[in-house]
């Protein structure tokens, strides 16, 4: 039977059966009664602990297979011999975007350039410029972390004439075991060469303007910007709020969808039985498209 309550007698009504419950546990074993919690408590430490080892342990045996696939991409298994030649001749702070080549091809050219942008929110995220940095783009690792509980995205790259960093990493740090709130997100900066910062550009002003206050470089919309991630604040505007959990998702996604299954990524079959996320269009929209 469902009980209704005018809701200037809920009050009344909730104390009625707080006290309901008081005597029925009065009349129980209340210390079998309350230790039932307790013991449910252990056992989700061991459940914990038990996932803790079993995730390590798959991880070292994944992480195996994907350091063949690297080798594969990167060329290791057909010729250990690596020339350094043609990147020590070059100076990368002399090199502007328009001057950048494609890299050397390896056994698998352009391999997580091609993953990424097959996927269809990375691929919302990668510009043009964008492109041209990620081939040299030659391996992404992901490892879980223990204490506090989360996860490290790493993105490694060949010498390049963008930025002088050889790895860049992102981290995600969760709040409890139950992995269900972010308390705190954490990106490695980037060390870009001047002329080809893909995150930012500097307004040239009018020579009329020489002498007035300096503008600051202006953000550029780039992939790049997911390593300078929005500190965690739950009191935040909405659109920050909303890009918080937009940059959870990519890194989510990342981790749970283009890393294991890069290969499938790279020749455009990845999205079989993928859901596509709608991040904001209207039905309506999408009926006026149609």
């Not at 702070?93 to 997580?112: G, H, L, M």
């Not at 995600?172 to 930012?200: F, H, M, R």
């Not at 002003?205 to 910007?225: G, T």
Request: charged share 30%; with cysteine.
């Amino acid at each position: 039977m469902q009980i209704s309550a005018p809701i200037f007698l809920l009050p009344c009504y909730y104390y009625l059966m707080n006290l309901n419950i008081a005597c029925i546990i009065s009349t129980c074993e209340k210390k079998e009664f309350l230790n039932s919690q307790s013991d449910h408590d252990e056992l989700k430490k061991m459940f914990y602990k038990e996932r803790a080892n079993l995730e390590a342990k798959y991880q070292n045996l994944f992480q195996n297979l994907y350091d063949k696939r690297c080798d594969i991409v990167n060329g290791v298994v057909q010729a250990k011999k690596v020339s350094n030649d043609s990147e020590a001749s070059i100076n990368q702070e002399d090199i502007t975007i328009q001057d950048i080549k494609a890299p050397e091809e390896k056994s698998v050219p352009n391999f997580w350039r091609h993953a990424l942008v097959n996927h269809e929110l990375l691929d919302a995220e990668i510009t043009t410029p964008d492109g041209r940095a990620l081939m040299y783009l030659k391996d992404i690792k992901c490892s879980r972390i223990d204490s506090p509980k989360g996860f490290k995205l790493e993105f490694f790259f060949n010498k390049n004439p963008f930025f002088k960093n050889s790895v860049l990493i992102k981290t995600y740090e969760y709040l409890d075991e139950d992995e269900a709130i972010v308390q705190k997100v954490t990106g490695l900066k980037i060390e870009w060469y001047p002329k080809n910062c893909l995150t930012s550009k500097v307004i040239k002003k009018p020579e009329k303007e020489i002498n007035s206050v300096d503008i600051r470089p202006e953000q550029c919309e780039s992939f790049f910007n997911f390593f300078d991630p929005l500190p965690i604040d739950e009191k935040a505007p909405k659109e920050h709020i909303d890009e918080m959990r937009r940059d959870l998702y990519i890194g989510l996604t990342i981790r749970d969808e283009i890393i294991p299954r890069a290969v499938l990524w790279y020749v455009g079959e990845g999205a079989q039985g993928k859901m596509s996320i709608d991040w904001g269009e209207s039905e309506d929209e999408e009926g006026d498209e149609n």
